[in-house]
């Protein structure tokens, strides 16, 4: 039995560091790409650079729109997190603590809207921002992120605040607090594995999409992606813009699952057993 054991061991071992080198793979592709000139690319992709190459960086941060591209991507996420935090664990709240039919039917509804693909929606949802006149401005991709995220978000704080007990704020109302300051001063400060889970999983979400911006959105409010989509051509390509712009991208990225990393596994964990 020991052996047996011992064996699958390793044999997961092997299978989680087969992996790892799969999904590493192209970080490392896209990193030493970015410090390659286009012809060196070209002639080798995957030998290590011949030298530290970085016109290309160069380029994009002085002679193209990509620094107000990444302005651009960092209002969409920033501004779109900070309304799905104001906003979504309220909703999960009063849903999870109201236990009322309509608070059900809510639920229900807003985690119905998690089964229809964006793609069936997509025109008539462009068509609407056309009508509102908010189309190829930034606040229409924002307003679509926040309500798209809601069926996740509401499920993911209702499975949280459910193992939060009751009791705490029912002490807390016999001293004489409102429900807004039980929530904010009480309640929202325990959420936080759940809400950096939440800032984890939607912000690089929100980082990295290309479809709504390329659609929605004009040329001059273009996002850090549908920047670097620009220098790959039909005919030819620039690929030392692309990975320098790509490498760039990925900074803040890390930056951010870095820090929030820890909370980031804890609310997943705790939002898949708790209920």
Known sequence: MYKTQKWFDIALLAA??????????????????????NGEILRDAIALPSGLYLESFKYLLTETD????????????VVSIAFMILLIPMAA????????KWTNAIYVYYLAGMMIPFQVYMIPLFKEMRALGLYGSLTAPILI??????????LLF???????????????????CSRFRIFWQIVFPLLGPCTASMVVLQGLGIWNDFLMPSLIL????RTMIVEIFKFVGELASQWDMVFAGTTMSIVPV????????KYFVKGIAAGATKG
Not at 158 to 176: L, M, R, V, W, Y
Not at 254 to 261: E, K, M
């Open 93 to 100: 709240y009063a849903i999870e603590r109201t236990k009322r």
């Open 158 to 176: 209702t499975s949280f605040i459910k193992g939060i007990p009751a009791e705490i704020e029912e002490a807390a109302a016999i001293d004489g």
């Open 254 to 261: 890390l930056i951010v699952f870095v820090a929030l990393q």
């Open 218 to 221: 004009h040329s001059d409010k």
């Open 66 to 77: 990509f620094p107000r591209a990444m302005l651009n991507s960092l209002i969409l996420t």
């Open 16 to 37: 989680a560091v087969v992996l790892g080198i799969f999904f590493f793979f192209p970080v490392y592709f896209s990193l030493i790409s970015a410090f390659k000139s």
């Open 145 to 154: 992120y926040i309500s798209g995220s809601v069926g996740m978000g509401v």
